[in-house]
């Protein structure tokens, strides 16, 4: 009878696996299993989301999840342990536990197996609260220039707040009374406990997105410390530093300080405080409009006032109250003018004239008919040449000789 043929033997490690040599999912467990038992006992803290103690039992389960971002592990303690605390450990709770990993191979889980577990106590929450706070401040987060101011009269209002809560009662009634048509987008999350900052930065997200929020007040009533934790913690901040939208923080009262007050736009002491600072008061506007109205009427009758005066005393002029007298003044000035003008026209053509016939007495005096109004004559020959030496005519030459009162021939004499 012939054996069974051998199986090959399995990879050693997890990278010499292929697909034709694969481990089976016991080996991976078993594998997963021996390298979680080889990690320390450690210290963990965390926020309690869920509690699971039955009576009689031996073990209890509780669920510790990180305040910061949405990651849990599965704690089984010892109920000797949780009964040692001097006082009992409630869901919400900051506790720190010792805890040793492990990993169910059955099931494929992790979980921690608690030794020891303590609350986180008030001091230290504000120690850690304040190393915080100068982190974000050196960063810049907190600073006064990175602030947006709120808008006189928003189309929209973003409201985040408890389930049924007096603070959203209180923010939304105040802003009607003051402004009745104010219209709100409403967004109702946890705000207190392990969910309350992931549900406070979804809905400051969706807010934040909406085109008609001008405006994201968070509000919430007062509580301790340890109830207004998600309100100091680090990925709301960021988160309300990041919005484009301007953020009203309304946490508690006066005497709260949670960091959501340094990071925001501007922080209200109260969330009927924050009603005054999100929508103007409708009556004193009117007020303001009716006192602007006034005080424009007033001005406006002030010039009218000071105008129709002045026209008065333009009217009252002597170039107004005889507007002719003016015409008349400058017809005078023109008559003058013009008549000066005459006179020296009528002076400069006399004196020329005078040049005139003082330059024709000389023309006359010297011209050539005066000479011969002395009783000179003028011999020219037939071509019109003056004769000036009688050696050049000829015996018997016809001349023409000229006279004061005319002309006649004669011929030259042998």
């Keep these: 009878m012939s054996s069974p043929p051998e199986r090959p033997a399995l990879p050693e490690r997890a990278g010499d696996t292929t697909a034709e040599h694969p481990w089976p999912v016991r080996l991976l467990s078993m594998k997963i299993a021996e390298y979680v038992d080889r990690m320390s006992v450690l210290w963990v803290e965390g926020q309690v989301v869920q509690l699971n103690r039955r009576p009689g039992a031996r073990t209890a389960y509780l669920t510790l999840r990180d305040p910061d971002v949405d990651m849990s592990l599965s704690v089984a303690i010892q109920v000797n342990a949780l009964d040692a605390m001097a006082a009992p450990v409630a869901e919400g709770a900051r506790v720190v536990v010792q805890a040793k990993p492990s990993f169910w191979t059955q099931r494929g889980t992790l979980m921690l197996d608690g030794r020891q577990i303590r609350p986180v106590g008030v001091g230290e929450l504000l120690a850690r609260i304040e190393y915080l706070k100068r982190n974000l401040a050196s960063e810049g987060l907190f600073d006064a220039d990175r602030k947006r101011p709120l808008p006189f009269l928003p189309r929209r209002i973003g409201l985040i707040c408890g389930r049924a809560s007096a603070a959203e ?81 309304a946490i508690g009262h006066d005497v709260d300080s949670p960091l959501l007050d340094l990071v925001a736009d501007h922080r209200a002491s109260t969330p009927t405080d924050a009603a005054k600072a999100i929508v103007p008061d409708a009556e004193r506007e009117h007020q303001l409009v009716q006192a602007a109205r006034t005080r424009g009427r007033r001005a406006l009758e002030a010039r009218l006032h000071h105008e129709r005066r002045r026209l008065v005393e333009l009217r009252s002029r002597p170039v107004l109250a005889d507007p002719g007298a003016f ?88």
Aim: glycine letters at 8%; proline letters at 4%; a neutral charge.
């Design 169 to 249: 009662n209180d923010v939304v009634e105040n802003s009607r009374r003051r402004w009745p048509t104010a219209r709100f987008e409403i967004r109702q999350v946890a705000v207190q406990g392990a969910s309350a900052v992931t549900e406070v930065s979804q809905a400051l997200r969706e807010l934040d997105a909406a085109p008609e929020v001008d405006v994201i007040v968070i509000a919430r009533g007062g509580g301790s410390v340890e109830d207004l934790l998600p309100f100091s913690n680090e990925a709301m901040i960021r988160a309300v530093a990041a919005a484009r939208t301007p953020v009203v923080s």
């Design 327 to 414: 015409v008349r003044v400058q017809r005078e000035v023109v008559a003058a003018l013009r008549a000066r003008a005459r006179r020296r026209a009528e002076a400069q053509l006399h004196r020329h004239q005078d040049g005139v016939a003082h330059l024709g007495a000389q023309l006359r005096t010297l011209s050539p008919q005066s000479t011969l109004d002395r009783g000179y004559a003028i011999v020219q020959r037939v071509g019109g040449e003056i004769v000036m030496d009688p050696e050049e005519l000829d015996v018997d030459e016809l001349l023409r000789v000229t006279v004061a009162r005319g002309d006649f021939g004669v011929r030259t004499a042998g």
